[in-house]
């Protein structure tokens, strides 16, 4: 079955320190895509990153770094250096390649407190 | 810079009334979907369709209904709605080609039935 376990629920720092969220998936697919969603407090949904599953390419974009490692079935995503704006709930996501839905986590709330 | 728009953004409504919720995406993108959350922020896909005449229940179980007569428009509509629908229900779409492209959301509807 396709599951993706976002386990942090909850995460509060204090501004420019560095956080890592953890996003485990199980996938039975040998082609998978994978997303980051970040949710902030105005509610809509915004895209972060995708990967495909062949591309174990880690991704830096400015404060934002992805690690892809396919052995352990992570995708964690840190936020270097964070800010207040930051603050949000983040979703981990699956693309289930047959059925083309998405399969999300259960989200982290993350608090970037001055 | 995804343009997809969903009205009303906010929604306080009684018990029994029906409701239509509006979803526009100006992108030309095929396949849309439905996403209801919960408070606890898990996400879940109640509604899709990959086109016009097309639409197909999502994972949970849902007593609203869709439409897509247009391809630009995919309203979600509840005949009668009761407290257990108090949610917020957001909006997404994509390209049909290429299995790589992100859904793209619109900023949501917070109803809640009094």
């Known amino acids: 079955a396709q599951k993706v376990t976002q386990a942090q629920t909850e995460i509060s720092v204090v501004e420019k320190e560095d956080v890592t969220l953890d996003c485990v998936y199980e996938t039975r697919d040998t082609t998978y895509y994978l997303f980051w969603y970040k949710q902030p407090p105005s509610g809509e949904l915004v895209f972060l990153i995708r990967?495909?599953?062949?591309?174990?390419q880690n991704e830096i974009s400015g404060r934002y770094s992805w690690n892809f490692q396919k052995s352990t079935s992570s995708f964690n995503f840190t936020i270097t250096a964070s800010q207040v704006v930051d603050s949000a709930v983040y979703f981990c996501?699956?693309?289930?390649?047959?059925?083309?839905?998405?399969?999300f986590g259960t989200g982290t709330r993350l608090q970037v407190f001055p | 810079e995804a343009d997809i728009y969903q009205t009303p953004r906010y929604l306080v409504i009684g018990t029994g009334k029906k409701i239509t919720l509006e979803c526009s995406q100006t992108?030309?993108?095929?396949?849309m979907y439905w996403y209801q959350q919960d408070p606890g922020m898990e996400l879940h896909l109640i509604h899709y369709?990959?086109?016009?005449?097309?639409?197909e229940k999502g994972d949970l179980s849902s007593e609203s209904t869709v439409s897509r007569i247009r391809t630009e428009h995919f309203p979600l509509t509840l005949e009668s709605a009761r407290p257990s629908h108090t949610s917020q229900y957001l909006c997404?779409?994509?390209?049909?080609?290429?299995?790589?492209?992100?859904?793209?959301f619109g900023p949501g509807t917070r109803l809640t039935v009094l």
């Open positions: 990967r495909n599953s062949f591309d174990e």
């Open positions: 996501a699956l693309r289930d390649y047959n059925t083309d839905k998405l399969i």
């Open positions: 369709s990959y086109g016009v005449n097309s639409t």
């Open positions: 997404a779409s994509r390209r049909r080609e290429g299995s790589y492209n992100e859904q793209f």
């Open positions: 992108m030309g993108h095929d396949k």
